[in-house]
């Protein structure tokens, strides 16, 4: 067994741990497609890679299968890979697993009662600060800010939560969700998001300035329910979106990958 060493911070932001020249390359690319630098569709090919980063293929390829396990890489005829392109299936999958994991967080944040005193700053009113900056920035039929505040929202809510597991889960598939979302048309979501988040900021009011624990429990209840809803409203849009959108993406992305 691996000790360590006596005073070792696992949380200390200064501590990294080595990293392998794959798992180098990996974290490169895995930024570059998360922020746009690698866009959907884009072609990855080892030996340009590997003269961009200034390591050699062994590397790269290690790194391009890590990738396509993460689901933001995908294979193509004649050993050929690229940049993953968001199908109608994926939308609605991982509109639903994020949706459930939305969820899964409302219902776990921390009732008034329990909270630890020391904390300045309530978790929960935390959350309705950033529900209500969100409903704002949807109203504003700006794609980039909306994304932005989907972000700091979700982020928020599920670090609200205290439980580790869940946020180790439900980050990695906020970023994974929001990347590849970029190639959705989202703004026919955006109303739908508003309104049930202008009701969630409502809800949270009410669990952070509830007098006992049966209305903590009850404006919990109300605020994960209307959650649930909104999941389900949004998962109805995004299956009659045409998938004509897809195609048409998935089409472009063919034909540059062809270039």
Request: hydrophobic share 45%.
């Amino acid at each position: 067994m691996t000790h360590l060493a006596s005073g070792w911070d696992p949380h200390d932001d200064d501590f990294a741990v080595p990293l392998t020249r794959g798992e180098a390359v990996a974290q490169r690319l895995r930024e570059e497609i998360l922020t746009g630098q690698l866009p959907p569709g884009a072609p990855l090919r080892d030996a340009e890679l590997a003269s961009r980063l200034g390591v050699s293929i062994t590397p790269v390829r290690e790194s391009v299968a890590t990738l396509m396990a993460e689901g933001l890489v995908e294979a193509l005829p004649n050993k050929r890979r690229r940049v993953s392109v968001l199908t109608q299936r994926q939308a609605e999958e991982l509109s639903d697993l994020l949706g459930t994991l939305l969820i899964i967080a409302v219902e776990r944040l921390p009732l008034p009662m329990d909270d630890d005193a020391e904390i300045s700053e309530s978790p929960v009113g935390a959350v309705a600060a950033a529900a209500r900056l969100m409903a704002q920035a949807c109203r504003s039929d700006t794609r980039d800010t909306a994304e932005s505040s989907y972000r700091t929202f979700a982020s928020t809510l599920f670090r609200a939560t205290g439980h580790t597991e869940l946020i180790r889960v439900a980050v990695p598939t906020l970023r994974r969700t929001l990347s590849m979302f970029r190639q959705f048309p989202v703004e026919g979501l955006l109303p739908t998001w508003a309104a049930a988040l202008d009701d969630l900021a409502d809800h949270l009011d009410d669990l952070e300035g509830a007098e006992d624990r049966s209305q903590a429990e009850a404006a919990r209840k109300a605020a994960t329910e209307r959650t649930a809803q909104l999941v389900r409203d949004v998962l109805a849009l995004v299956h009659d979106t045409s998938e004509d959108d897809g195609a048409a993406s998935a089409a472009a992305a063919d034909a540059a990958d062809d270039d």
